[in-house]
């Protein structure tokens, strides 16, 4: 990986190699200034002293992990040649905050049912802003900023590429659909009510009862990740309802009928919702942003020969002629939030079960903060290297280490709501991506 580089005013130089970072380290002539992504400060040097090469921030935005790519962008006789100066990913943490969400309504529903005295929901004057994404796709949307504008107080980010992908959902369900069938869509001349009547027989698809009143049901439930598409519900009787519950319909016994559930378009939906949003954030940045389409970035990646990750996709985003340095080290960025508001813990039926501190502070340390451990004596002798996790008494918790006195602690960087690992070389970095096939 190449490190960053700030002169003495904090202002970005063009990155270094790792060996001219040491040597400048060693030299007394540079300070560490952040650990992750690694960062130097000169102390002899000025922004207007230094030499600056065209260099670009180029991101493939998933809906569970975005594709960065650094790169320095050199002009040849065939065209623009980037070279990878830094790779990363970020992973998301949408289907957390929406599991956090779900369990704070259930808890609230049941202190309501429970007639404990609980707050009303409100809903009287409750509008929703122009631009409104919910919490998940919100998170998404703001790492993938934040870490844009963090990266151009890192590097001199002169251009910025995005690939904003459209995906075709009816196409994706259905490769081969076209024409008239394509316009009009899978309900067209049916109420939801009776395609699924026709559809499904007009009996449960469970026990097969016939002349009974049937109800709608999810074969993959909501609780699960299922949606409230057509394709994903059914009919069944009351009592096969509630005897499944919140389990599919292959967990209930029914293959057959998962099998005509389509696959959830959860993640192709985030990303068409999202695409303009981030492209926006991006321009208001003051910085060129370009778009391109994802078909670009799968023929440019299958032209220079480049296995499918998410960083390289990104290096791939583009008009180019070629791409180098694509087998560099790649920083996984985890987003793990700041911890929570509330200040009770609860157990799983949301009854209070214990209290948090009213501080998260403890003796100028915070959880998550990156810490050194040296212990001198005790079962935990050595130095230990890792986040800490605080408690009142002083006695830390630094990486799996446990029980360390808060006097043994030095901080390395402040928590910033995200964790940081090193991933292997660009063939192989990690994370789960939505996928390009479908986009157009």
Known sequence: MMVFVLDKRKKPLMPCSEKRARLLLERGRAVVHRLHPFTIRLKDRLLEESVLQPVGLKL?????????????????????????????????????????MQKRAAHRRRRRNANLRYRAPRFNNRRRANGWFP??????????????????????????????VRFDTQALQNPEISGVEYQRGELFGYEVREYLLEKWGRRCVYCGAENVPLEIEHIVPRSRGGTDRVSNLTLACRACNQAKGDRTAEEFGHPEVQAKAK????????????RYAIRNGLCAMGREVRSWTGGRTKWNR???????????????VGDLAG????????????????????????????????????????????????????VLKGKRTGVHIGPVAVRASGSFRVGKADGISWRCCRLLQRADGYGYMKGGRGASSPGVNAGASGAA
């Open 60 to 100: 493939d935005p998933g809906s569970k992990v975005t594709g960065v790519a650094v790169v320095r962008r050199e002009e040849r006789a065939d065209g623009p040649w980037d070279h990878a100066l830094h790779l990363a990913v970020i992973v998301h943490r949408g289907d957390a905050i929406r599991e956090r």
């Open 135 to 164: 919490p998940s796709l919100r998170s998404w949307v703001g790492n993938v900023l934040s870490w844009a504008s963090r990266y151009r107080r890192l590097a001199p980010i002169a251009f910025i590429e995005i690939e904003t």
């Open 263 to 274: 696959v959830p378009l959860k993640e192709p939906a985030a990303v068409n919702t999202t």
């Open 302 to 316: 299958e032209r220079f020969g480049l296995p499918k990750t998410h960083a390289l996709d990104a290096l791939c």
């Open 323 to 374: 791409v180098s340095s694509w087998h560099a080290l790649v920083l996984e960025i985890k987003a793990l939030g700041r911890g929570q508001r509330c200040r009770t813990n609860v157990d799983a039926h949301g009854f209070p079960r214990g209290y948090r501190m009213r501080s998260k502070t403890v003796r100028g340390f915070r959880t998550g903060d990156l810490v050194r451990a040296e």
